[in-house]
Structures are given as structure tokens and as C-alpha cells.
């Protein structure tokens, strides 16, 4: 089975985006997962979500083709 992971930077040290990554590549070790993809969006995005409009469009493309 395949997984992709989101990460959204968040204000203090559990929002850190390195510790987000760890714990889904962790997750996905320990239950057999294979990591498709991985998206992020940052504080410097200033809300902007591209992260989060890529990770919709890969799955819109993964459904149609």
C-alpha cells in the first residue's frame, strides 16, 4: 500500500516540519507503507497552500490516469 504525507510548518517545536517527516517515515516503516509522495507547506507561504494544491492535483492525476 501506498502513503503520501502532508506537512504543515506550525508555530513551536511539534509544528517543526523535520519532526512531521520523521514520524510519517517511521509510520510507514512499521505498518509496511510506501511513500508515493510527500507535499509541504511553510510559514513562508504566507498561507498560500501551494503545498496542499500539489498534493490535491497528484491524487486528481493518480485517479484519472
Known amino acids: ?22 514520524a510519517f517515515l517511521e509510520y510507514c516503516q512499521r505498518h509496511g507503507y510506501e511513500v508515493a509522495g510527500t507535499f509541504v507547506d511553510t510559514v513562508s507561504s504566507n498561507g498560500g497552500g501551494s503545498g496542499f494544491r ?7 492525476e493518480g485517479a484519472s490516469g
Open 1 to 22: 500500500m501506498r502513503a503520501i504525507g502532508y506537512f504543515r510548518e506550525a508555530p513551536g517545536p511539534e509544528g517543526a516540519l523535520a519532526a512531521q517527516h520523521r
Open 54 to 60: 500539489k498534493l490535491i492535483s497528484y491524487v486528481r
